[in-house]
Every structure is written in structure tokens, then in C-alpha cells.
């Protein structure tokens, strides 16, 4: 069993974290627990080597800015592995690790699983806003028994799979996710091509972390540009489509940046704050969809 946690400049963060290890139930499992730091180097090394003699750490770097390509580069190593992923923001529960370890007991593969995640916020955000934040910002939970996922739902800093059924559906795509242009979507895909291979999603609720989020990953400002990442991503993505359709999908977003532009405009003055937001959400996916679907067909 290996424990991945990609990394990039957050040595106080990711220290906590691996404190989170150490007061962990380890099981023996445990073989190694790799920190992969990508981009420019910060503290990560340093706080890796903290930890040596409680850990069965280790650390590695990639200087490419991307957390898939760093992803990729620890499961080379890992062939025939069960892997747990957790980022280096996330504070850990006590019985995660084991929730784990349990699940996969006596398997090789044909399984991924999908642990439970509340929030550490900095500065709660508006209950208004949380509706429009993904996941990763306001936590998630499937119910408090284990039970099967028939979607990819599982979140990329609290996760875990087989290395042999990542590499079967393709490893994570390295143009997309944090360090990116779409810096989203890189664990769900994934999963859904493991779905597709008939790996089944199980859903673990004692696999608990809390993800830790600054007042800036919770703003409206930030929500808006995710939203349009996210448009990007599927606009993208129409450029495999046939002519018609994805000639139709790009006019209708167009239309309805143009349409909701003067809508947001307009209605600043007298819709309340969370209804005035319901459609600047809108308009910011829409212009993700066109801006993807012009980098499909070579635009700027």
C-alpha cells in the first residue's frame, strides 16, 4: 500500500498533514508514503525530512507544473500497488488510512474507493454561496454507510485505487487539473474510464478528511473563474464532435454570453445577491465553453 500527496508550495500545510500520518492508524500495510513536489521548489524537501525517522517517507520532484504529470510519475513505481491519494491541504481523520486498508484486503484491482470530506475553512463563505461551490469547498458525503458509486464522484485529495486499473484506463491526463489551463476534471475523468472498464466505485464514509479552504477558494470571484474552467473543459472537448453539433452548441453559448451579459448588467441593481450570481454563473460557463471551443479549432 502507498500513500501519494503531490505538493506545490505549501510546507506548512502539507507538514500538518503529514503530522496527520503519524498520529494516523498506519496499518503494516503501509509500505511507503511517496511527496511528490512539482513546479517550483519550495519547503517540501525540507519537510519531508522531518518526518524520516517517524515515517516510511519519501520525496520526489518533477519541475513541470502540473499535479497529474507528478501523479504519473510516483505510479511508474508502484505497478501491482494499492494506492491512497491525499493533497497536501487535507487534515486527515485518525481511522482513514485503515478504512482503506480494509476495503482492499485480499483484492488486486477491480475496485476504486471514495472517502468522506468535510471542510477547514479560513472565513465561511455566504450560505447562499456554498450552493455554487464544488465539493472540494463545502464537503461532501454519500451517507454514512458503505455503499457502491455508480459515478465518478470520488474527490482527487481524499481517494484511493488499484496502480494496475489506473494504468489500464490510461493514468491522469497531464494537460489537465491543478497547474493547468482546465485545472479541474483530472480525477473524474479518470474514474469514469475506470467505470467504463468495469472497476466498481465504492463509497467509504470512516475515510474521512477535512480539505482546508482559504476565504480566496471560496469567494464569488474564485467560484466564477472554477465555473468557467469547467466550461473550458467541455468546450474543449467539442472539438471531437461532429460539425452540426458542436458548430450548435458553441452558437447557442455565444448566444447566451451576449443574453446574459446584458442580464447580469441589468439586474445588478434589483435582484438579490444570490439570484444576481445564479446568472453570472451561468454566463461564466457559457464563456468557458466558447473560449474552449475556439482552442479546439486553433483560436486564441
Request: with cysteine.
Amino acid at each position: 500500500m502507498v500513500i501519494i500527496i503531490p505538493t506545490c508550495q505549501r510546507g506548512e500545510l502539507l507538514e500538518r498533514t503529514l503530522q496527520c500520518l503519524v498520529d494516523a492508524d498506519l496499518p503494516e500495510s503501509v509500505s511507503r508514503i511517496v511527496v511528490v513536489e512539482n513546479g517550483r521548489k519550495d519547503e517540501a524537501e525540507s519537510k519531508v525530512a522531518k518526518f524520516a525517522g517517524r515515517l516510511p517517507v519519501d520525496y520526489r520532484y518533477t519541475p513541470v507544473g502540473s499535479k497529474c504529470h507528478a501523479l504519473n510519475l510516483v505510479l511508474e513505481e508502484c505497478p501491482g500497488e494499492f494506492v491512497v491519494f491525499f493533497d497536501d491541504d487535507v487534515r486527515i481523520d485518525p481511522g482513514c488510512i485503515r478504512a482503506y486498508a480494509d476495503a482492499a484486503a485480499g483484492k488486486t484491482g477491480g475496485e476504486f474507493y471514495a472517502g468522506k470530506c468535510n471542510v477547514d475553512y479560513d472565513v465561511a463563505p455566504p450560505e447562499w454561496l456554498k450552493h455554487y461551490l464544488p465539493y472540494s469547498a463545502k464537503g461532501w458525503s454519500y451517507g454514512d454507510e458503505v455503499r457502491p458509486l455508480s459515478e465518478p464522484l470520488a474527490l482527487g485529495f481524499n481517494w484511493a485505487a488499484f496502480a494496475d486499473d489506473i494504468a489500464r484506463a490510461g493514468s491522469f491526463n497531464p494537460d489537465i487539473g491543478p497547474g493547468r489551463l482546465i485545472s479541474i476534471g483530472d480525477e473524474t475523468d479518470l474514474q469514469r474510464v475506470m467505470l467504463s472498464q468495469g472497476v466498481k466505485g465504492v463509497y467509504l464514509p470512516a475515510a474521512l478528511v477535512w480539505h482546508h479552504v482559504p476565504a480566496d477558494r471560496c469567494s464569488t470571484d474564485w467560484t466564477l473563474e472554477r465555473n468557467r474552467r469547467m466550461g473550458l473543459l467541455v468546450g474543449k472537448k467539442l472539438g471531437g464532435e461532429p460539425l452540426s453539433r458542436r458548430l450548435g452548441k458553441a452558437a447557442s453559448a455565444r448566444v447566451k454570453i451576449l443574453a446574459l451579459g446584458l442580464l447580469t448588467k441589468l439586474g445588478k441593481a434589483f435582484l438579490p445577491d444570490d439570484r444576481h450570481f445564479h446568472y453570472l454563473q451561468r454566463r461564466s460557463w457559457n464563456l468557458g465553453v466558447w473560449q474552449g471551443y475556439e482552442a479546439s479549432q486553433g483560436g486564441e
